[in-house]
């Protein structure tokens, strides 16, 4: 882990720290949070308006989706972004961003 980018990361999160759905440590999302993203993932549908900015988040995202590969991050941080863009009216640049800073697959 790059240590400079954490910290960059940590910073980054405290602008969401009204948010309960993003977590404050990319490295550190409780149990809790993430079965509740998860099932956000498996309960939420978006419309075809918010399916684009799913697709858009994706599309400009470091990682190009909610993690690097399919793993639990993926499917909770799926679930996160679906959540924001219903509930919280996210556009594809916020959930991007967003994923960005959870980044928790090493940092650059």
């Not at 940590?10 to 509740?36: F, M």
């Not at 590969?69 to 679930?79: I, L, P």
Request: aromatic share 12%; hydrophobic share 30%; charged share 20%.
């Amino acid at each position: 882990m790059n240590f400079q980018h954490y910290v960059r990361q940590l910073h980054g999160l405290r602008v969401y720290a009204h948010v309960p759905e993003i977590p404050a440590d990319p490295y550190d999302v409780p149990v809790s949070l993430a079965r509740r993203l998860t099932s956000y993932n498996k309960n939420v549908t978006l419309t075809p308006s918010q399916q684009a900015a799913y697709d858009g988040a994706v599309k400009r995202s470091h990682e190009h989706g909610p993690c690097c590969c399919h793993c639990w991050r993926w499917s909770a941080f799926e679930g996160q972004a679906k959540y924001l863009i219903t509930r919280r009216q996210f556009g594809a640049n916020q959930i991007a961003h967003t994923w960005n800073l959870e980044d928790g697959c090493g940092g650059a």
